[in-house]
């Protein structure tokens, strides 16, 4: 059993709702400093907490959100890693997700609580969720299990009632207060009158390993959406755009695509060229199973690599990461489709996460 001592939790403000503000002319809300947020928030004081901050200034609006701003969050958890025993991220409902997953690629062997939270109402507003979604993010921040360890070990995203894996996590809708989902992997905790962790969905670390974060990300990917009605020359324009490493392709169902010629074989040409596309599903549950169906399997054979179940956030943020590594395109091909942090599901008995090299 670890000495019983006060848990000491990093927060670290970014922007979102949950601190904005109204502007009295334009009666927009706009991101305010993080004074005024925690003002709004009284009851912080009555959990027996170390609780500091750091904060982002400005603090942003999460459309903003860019790689410089995850390298700056990565860096903030790195230098006071050893000083607490977690971190509570407050962000932007709408880019959250590529956050999650973002971070969770960058911060190899993580085994300390990374919680991400915001809010739909700003905190200040009565009927504000932030109060209880920033509350709730530090108790699990601060969570152990019964050997002392934390009870959090990942990037997750709390949000109202549910606890998420963080590269799982899509936000799902623009109104409710459970705004956010894991479609195709269980909740790591459910929040009612207790927090009531599922130990089965939960990361484990059994290594010893030390944190070890990567801050380069490519940017040179990007999503292609497929329609139905989309042109040859507007497909081919895109996937020859300057500069492009990787792309992310929003497929229809289990993973298929039109298969006229010309589609098949722009794709093949791309493939060639060293583009590294992943087929990713735009139906929110399921996954891409490229043998279902001729369309799906011509796609696959024209070079595309399956997503498999990987939400579209974690697709684009894992490609950064992997060229941002420097990895030759037949190497991002073959990590694309193994499980890195828990963003996947594999096949294969081997566990839900396999090793980075
Ligand atoms: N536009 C806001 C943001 O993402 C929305 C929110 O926080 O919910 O920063």
């Known amino acids: 059993m670890k000495h019983k001592r006060k848990p000491r939790i990093l927060i670290i403000y970014t922007g979102g709702t949950i601190g904005m503000i109204e502007n009295s002319e334009t009666k927009a809300l706009e991101p305010f400093d993080f004074t005024h947020l925690i003002d709004n928030v009284p009851k912080i004081k009555m959990l027996d907490y170390v609780i500091e901050n750091i904060q982002f200034d400005p603090p942003l609006d999460s459309s903003d959100m860019n790689p410089d701003c995850w390298v700056q969050m990565a860096r903030a958890i790195e230098d006071n890693y050893d000083n607490f025993d977690g971190f509570v991220v407050l ?3 709408d880019t959250m997700a590529y956050t999650a997953s973002a971070l969770s690629f960058m911060l190899e062997n993580l085994s300390k609580p990374v919680i991400i939270t915001g809010s739909q109402l700003p905190i200040g507003e009565v009927r504000t969720d932030g109060e209880e979604n920033l509350i709730t993010a530090l108790q699990i921040a601060a969570a152990t ?8 070990q990942e990037i997750a995203i709390l949000f109202e009632n549910y606890l998420w894996r963080g590269n799982r996590s899509t936000k799902m809708s623009a109104d409710n207060f459970n705004a956010f989902k894991s479609n195709n992997y269980p ?4 929040i009612g009158l207790g927090i009531h962790f ?4 939960l990361m484990r670390r059994h290594d010893n390993k030390t944190l070890s974060v990567h801050y380069r990300m490519d ?4 999503f292609l959406e497929l329609h139905p009605g989309i042109t040859e020359s507007i497909f081919e324009y ?3 755009t300057p500069g492009i490493k990787g792309i992310v392709l929003r497929t229809f169902g289990t993973g298929n695509a039109p298969t006229y010629p010309w589609f098949i074989r722009a794709v093949k040409n791309a493939v060639d060229r060293g583009i590294v596309i992943v087929n990713v599903t735009q139906c929110v549950n399921g996954g891409v199973h490229p043998k279902r169906y001729v369309s799906g399997d011509r796609l696959a054979a024209a070079g595309t690599i399956s997503g498999n179940d ?3 956030e974690a697709a684009i943020t894992k490609m950064m990461y992997l060229f941002g590594l420097g990895l030759s395109p037949e190497e991002v091909r073959e990590r694309i489709e193994q499980s890195l942090c828990g963003e996947l599901t594999l096949s ?3 566990g839900q996460y396999s090793l980075r090299v």
């Open 91 to 93: 962000h932007g409902t």
């Open 145 to 152: 299990d019964t050997k002392g360890e934390p009870m959090v």
């Open 187 to 190: 909740s790591l905790a459910k």
């Open 198 to 201: 599922n130990q089965e969905a």
């Open 219 to 222: 940017t040179n990917v990007m």
């Open 238 to 240: 895109l996937l020859s």
């Open 310 to 312: 990987m939400t579209s």
């Open 348 to 350: 294969s008995p081997a």
